[in-house]
Each structure stands twice: as C-alpha cells, then as structure tokens.
C-alpha cells in the first residue's frame, strides 16, 4: 500500500517523539508491526515536501500471529 501527499511534510527524526506527545499508536508502532510480519515500511519525506508511506506485507506472515490462523 502507498499513501502520499503533497502537504508539509514532517521530520522523520522526530515521529516518535509526536507520538508520546498525543499518545496515539504513531507510525513507529505500525513500523514495527509490518516488520514483525516479515514486511517493510518506507516513509519519503521532508520538510515543505509532502510525503510517501510505503507499507509492504506478505500474503502469509512468517509469525504466527496470537488469536489469529
């Protein structure tokens, strides 16, 4: 999946820090999901420049996931 747009972009560095700020799951937390799956996450952005998010999941993870077969 990719989302993007071409707003004001954001300074990566800083996305875990917005996180504890508003206390949601942040993308941090989804980073570490799709990686723990066996996928990958890539985020594409910069200050004035908008942004891409990139999430790429396999059809089957390599984990069994709790509660789910």
């Not at 990566?12 to 820090?17: A, K, R, Y």
């Not at 993308?27 to 890539?42: A, N, P, T, V, W």
């Amino acid at each position: 999946m990719m989302v993007s747009d071409n707003g004001v972009g954001f300074d990566i560095s800083q996305t875990g820090q917005i996180s504890k700020q508003t206390g949601g799951f942040g993308l941090i937390s989804i980073q570490e999901r799709i990686k723990y799956i066996g996928g990958h996450f890539e985020i594409k952005t910069g200050k004035g420049r908008g942004a891409c998010i990139t999430l790429v999941a396999p059809a089957k993870s390599k984990k069994k996931l709790r509660g789910v077969t």
